[in-house]
């Protein structure tokens, strides 16, 4: 059954097309940021991470860029796949190694 | 799920009755989290350990306690489960500094 919340912004898209989720954070001192994905009835997977002395990371299909100056995180999918669907959540790094986790975003694949 | 399992992976109890979930990692990390996860609030963390019997409370812990005597189980305990505990429950492991944390599958409470 679903897990996450009910009314969170979703994104739809062509499988095939190019995903940007979007994710602004609260702080400025954070220095870690990590994207999770969570499929339905499952815990969250870790995608990708970067640190604060980065603007841009790329992994397998995805890339994370970074914008300390307006506080602003990015996932791109590339080629969305029907595998990709599901809710991605960022999450930024604090004190004690505390994740403070965005909303989310609901990303629907189209066929 | 990283070497992380949780137990139960459901479970329905009555108000009032203390309630224990368990964590166990084959990972020999020293971290390990409790958070719960709600609609319209997402990830909230209840309680975290950065050792063997090194705990301390995160955002939601009132209503919930934990223990940790030894690093492959971080155990979350309601000592008198409420509806408002009503949730699922993730548990997390991470290495020590400023590592990714990787999550179970969830247990599933329901707290009539």
């Known amino acids: 059954g679903e897990s996450v919340g009910l009314h969170l912004p979703t994104l739809s898209v062509q499988e095939g097309d190019n995903s940007i989720i979007n994710c602004a954070y609260s702080n400025s001192a954070s220095d870690y940021f990590i994207w999770y994905k969570q499929e339905s009835g499952k815990g969250p997977q870790f995608i990708i991470d970067?640190?604060?002395?980065?603007d841009k990371r790329q992994g397998q299909r995805v890339t994370v860029l970074l914008n300390k100056t307006v506080k602003h995180l990015s996932l791109q999918i590339a080629a969305t796949q029907p595998g990709d669907s599901a809710v991605y959540f960022c999450?930024?790094?604090?004190?004690?190694?505390?994740?403070?986790f965005g909303g989310g975003t609901r990303v629907l694949v189209k066929p | 799920d990283a070497g992380i399992t949780q137990s139960p992976r459901h479970k329905v109890t009555e108000t009032g009755t203390p309630v224990t979930l368990r964590c166990h990692q084959t990972?020999?990390?020293?971290?390990m989290y409790w958070y719960r996860q709600d609609p319209g609030h997402g990830l909230r963390l209840i309680h975290y350990?950065?050792?063997?019997?090194?705990?301390d409370k995160g955002e939601v812990s009132d209503g919930y306690s934990v223990s940790r005597s030894k690093t492959e189980d971080f155990l979350l305990t309601l000592e008198s489960a409420t509806s408002s505990q009503t949730s699922v429950y993730f548990c997390?492991?991470?290495?020590?500094?400023?590592?990714?944390?990787?999550f179970g599958p969830g247990t599933r409470l329901l707290v009539l």
């Open positions: 970067i640190r604060s002395n980065m």
């Open positions: 990972e020999n990390h020293r971290y």
């Open positions: 350990s950065y050792g063997v019997k090194d705990t």
């Open positions: 997390a492991i991470s290495g020590s500094g400023m590592e990714t944390q990787y």
């Open positions: 999450a930024e790094v604090g004190a004690g190694n505390k994740l403070t």
